[in-house]
C-alpha cells in the first residue's frame, strides 16, 4: 500500500515563495516516477511538474521558471519550490506517483491547499 503524504501548503502574498513536501512510504521511492498537479475551483486538474525516476524533470509552460522539482531519495521525498507565486497559482496541489512500467501516475496524495493573494 502507498500512501503520500503532502505537506508545506499555506496563505502567501504574490511574489513570495514556498516549499511543498510529499513524503512517499510503501514502495521503493527511488525507482518512481513522482508527480505534482493543482486543481483549482472551477477548473481542470493540470500538471505542474514531475521528475522521473532518473531525475529527468518535466513542468508545464506557466511555472518554468518559477517552480523547481527536486527529490531526496534518502527521505523518500519530493519537494516543490515555487518562487514568484501568482495569484492564479491559487490551488489543491496533488503530489502522485507511479512506477516502472505504469503508463499512468496511479497513487495520489490528500493534497494541500496554496492560496496566493494579490
Known amino acids: 500500500q502507498v500512501q503520500l503524504v503532502e505537506s508545506g501548503g499555506g496563505l502567501v502574498q504574490a511574489g513570495e515563495s514556498l516549499r511543498l513536501s510529499c513524503a512517499a512510504q510503501?514502495?521503493?521511492?527511488?525507482?518512481?516516477?513522482m508527480g505534482w498537479f493543482r486543481h483549482a475551483p472551477g477548473k481542470e486538474r493540470e500538471f505542474v511538474a514531475s521528475?522521473?525516476?532518473?531525475?529527468?524533470?518535466s513542468y508545464a509552460d506557466s511555472v518554468k521558471g518559477r517552480f523547481t522539482i527536486s527529490r531526496d531519495n534518502a527521505k523518500n521525498t519530493v519537494y516543490l519550490q515555487m518562487s514568484s507565486l501568482k495569484p492564479e497559482d491559487t490551488a489543491n496541489y496533488y503530489c502522485?506517483?507511479?512506477?516502472?512500467?505504469?503508463?499512468?501516475?496511479?497513487?495520489w496524495g490528500q493534497g494541500t491547499q496554496v492560496t496566493v493573494s494579490s
Open positions: 510503501g514502495r521503493t521511492f527511488s525507482s518512481s516516477d
Open positions: 502522485a506517483a507511479k512506477w516502472l512500467g505504469t503508463p499512468i501516475y496511479n497513487y
Open positions: 521528475i522521473r525516476w532518473s531525475g529527468e524533470t
